[in-house]
């Protein structure tokens, strides 16, 4: 029996009317690549520890944390108390709350930095990012690392992107990851005129096998960074908490100059942060940089309450060990039907693909549009996310779906797996 | 907007639908057997194509072999052969073809005057007498998008910069059990054919007719289809991101 979605489309019919796209956004069936989108729920009721509900009552073991903010559960009672209790003393204030220097204390102790500068959303931090790194450096130019994403803000993008104009792309330079020869002539041929180097830890773009840093690669890149007076810049949007409390430089061996987190960092609550060391700080204070909602306090009381129960429940080494036991099974099941699954990256973050001949993915998108139908949200495209309220028993119930639907494409593709 | 780009579009992508125009309209087919013979169009800066009328078909591709042509018309740039393309300008053809250069196009009732002008009407309507009409149209506007794809990734220069990005391989598009063709990327370029693949990496399928025209003349956009399940986009799907980026420059050029 396989799940039937009309009250979602009927709410994603009605969300036509009144929203771009229904549903925009990487959230939505489209950037969400949802294949097919009939096999896919658009809208959830409610959502408890590792699990939500779409709205028409389906059962779903999630994931994909939200693309990463649900870190401890849904609705993490710890979290949502400090939360509440914040909100009755005041959110969005003329003047901030104490927890704001209370959540910056314990953040920048946790993550090794000297400074923490709050915002919203990702992109809010990656483009701060950029901007001190200009500032301080008075050069131009970033360098970013093939496949990679730090938000949607004009000087991520490329020319030929809708929105963007080729001016915004002009000072951007594209090398692979992992290669420290790119680097070092990329800076060779742009002496004194890159400000920075933007790079998420690994490399877990879209649609491609994760990739892991090669030994020794980001304290070389480190190095030469320094050398050439380039800011090293974290997006730790995605892995931040998920592989290390300490910020996934230090994970990796290194100290970046500049550090973003996000998603993790407050359980679902709104916040994002730009962290640093004390030479940055100046500019930091300097650039002109502010939003109306960018100190509201409840986020901060969440994401301190977020932090410290992280840490108490030693959360990285419990996303490790599910990440492995869900691996584990998948690839055991995979192996008996002659089936080449492939996991890639950091267990707690990990990315599945089905290999095929032709490269196209139809097969892969196959098994994962049965495994939504059956209740385990998982995506094709996008590495994964293991929230705290992951429980054995839950990923042995998704082991026992996932195998169940590559039973089903088995029967539905006799010759390929011979 | 380009007008070298604007060339390419309209020799290969204009002109180039010809060849489905004479598959499904019969009285095209007709027109189409009354000569057989093949043009060069030449273009200063420009596309250097071949237009070749056999037995009622028509194939329109690049000359990269010295293939013979009955008529060469040069044109000294590509605005001027996009004045001739738009009815405001004419080439003044090479002297072994001029007398087959006039019966196939010198006046309004030459066949390739009668094939072109037939076929604007039909890229051009808008409203339909019935199904067979809005079939005609929107699979024939389908081939012009497909083949601009190509034309507008390869010249266009913020095109190229997504056309540089996709990765080699074959991409499906089609209109389900009516028009298929191939976008293939190979050796840094881009090309069209007007045929089912083979080999496809990613997949980009108009559920229907109706959906396919709602899509092509911008009266739904994709994401609600994608949504409601009639525009089925599929497999590497970053081939697709890059892919639409071009296709949303598209139709700048096919006005």
């Known amino acids: ?418 | 907007m380009s007008a070298r780009t604007k060339a390419f579009v309209n020799l290969y992508a204009a002109i180039g639908t010809l060849e489905k125009y004479v598959e499904l309209v019969p009285e095209a087919k007709e027109v189409a057997k009354q000569q057989n013979v093949v043009v060069r169009f030449k273009v200063n800066d420009g596309p250097d194509g071949l237009i070749e009328f056999k037995d009622g078909k028509v194939r329109v591709f690049p000359r990269e072999n010295n293939e013979r042509a009955d008529i060469v018309l040069p044109c000294k740039s590509p605005e001027f052969f996009n004045d001739v393309v738009d009815g405001k300008a004419m080439p003044i053809p090479t002297l072994p073809g001029i007398f087959k250069a006039l019966k196939f196009m010198g006046k309004p009732t030459s066949p390739f005057n009668v094939l072109t002008a037939g076929m604007t009407d039909v890229l051009r309507r808008t409203e339909f007498a019935n199904d067979k009409e809005k079939r005609v149209t929107t699979v024939l506007s389908f081939y012009a998008m497909v083949n601009g794809i190509a034309q507008v990734g390869n010249n266009d220069r913020i095109a190229r910069f997504a056309m540089k990005r996709l990765e080699d391989g074959e991409i499906s598009v089609a209109i389900r059990d009516e028009a298929y063709a191939t976008l293939t990327k190979k050796d840094g370029r881009l090309t069209a054919t007007l045929e089912k693949s083979t080999k496809p990496r990613a997949f980009m399928t108009f559920g229907d007719i109706d959906t396919a025209w709602g899509l092509i003349s911008g009266q739904v956009d994709a994401m609600s289809c994608i949504s409601a399940g009639t525009l089925e986009t599929s497999g590497q799907m970053l081939l697709l991101d890059n892919v639409n980026k071009i296709l949303n420059i598209v139709p700048k050029y096919l006005q």
């Open chain 1, 1 to 418: 029996m396989t799940y039937v979605y009309n009250k979602n489309v009927e709410t994603m019919i009605r969300a036509g009317k009144v929203i771009p796209s229904g549903v925009y956004g990487h959230l939505g069936p489209a950037e969400g690549c949802m294949i097919p989108s009939s096999a896919f729920p658009f809208f959830a009721s409610k959502g408890k520890g590792a699990e939500f509900w779409d709205v028409d009552g389906n059962r779903f073991i999630d994931y994909m944390c939200a693309y990463g903010p649900n870190v401890l559960g849904y609705n993490d009672p710890d979290v949502d108390a400090a939360a509440q209790a914040q909100a009755k003393l005041g959110n969005c204030m003329t003047l901030p709350a104490p927890v704001t220097v209370e959540f910056a204390e314990y953040l920048t102790q946790l993550v090794k930095k000297d400074w923490a500068f709050f915002c919203k959303n990702g992109g809010d931090v990656t483009s701060f990012a950029i901007m001190i790194s200009r500032y301080y450096t008075g050069r131009k130019k970033i360098i970013f690392l093939h496949g990679y994403y730090h938000g949607v803000a004009p000087w991520t993008q490329h020319p030929d992107t809708p929105g963007t104009i080729e001016e915004d792309c002009k000072n951007g330079l594209y090398i692979p990851f992992n290669d420290i020869e790119a680097l070092k002539e990329v800076i060779a041929k742009n002496k004194d005129k890159i400000a920075c180097l933007i790079a998420t830890p690994y490399m877990h773009g879209n649609f491609i096998d994760n990739e892991l840093p090669k030994e020794g690669y980001w304290q070389e890149v480190r190095k030469i960074c320094t050398e050439n007076g380039i800011i090293l810049i974290f997006d730790d949007i995605r892995c931040g908490f998920r592989l290390s409390l300490h910020g996934s430089d230090t994970y990796f061996g290194i100290e970046a100059d500049l550090i973003t987190f996000c998603k993790a960092l407050a359980n679902g609550y709104n916040v994002s942060a730009l962290c640093g060391k004390n030479f940055l700080k100046g500019a930091a204070s300097t650039v002109p940089y502010t939003g109306s909602y960018w100190l509201s306090a409840v986020p901060f009381a969440a994401g301190l309450a977020t932090l410290k129960k992280l840490e108490k429940v030693n959360a990285t080494d419990h996303f490790e060990k599910m990440g492995i036991r869900l691996i584990t099974g998948l690839e055991k099941a995979a192996k008996a039907r002659n089936i080449p699954l492939i996991a890639s990256g950091h267990p707690s973050m990990f990315y599945l693909r089905i290999d095929d001949e032709l490269k196209n993915f139809r097969l892969h998108q196959e098994w994962i549009a049965e495994c939504v139908k059956r209740g385990v949200f998982l995506t094709n495209h996008h590495n994964h996310f293991i929230c705290y309220a992951m429980t054995p028993e839950l990923i042995d119930e998704t082991i026992g779906i996932c195998t169940e639907a590559m039973d089903v494409l088995v029967r539905n593709n006799p010759d390929k797996f011979k």
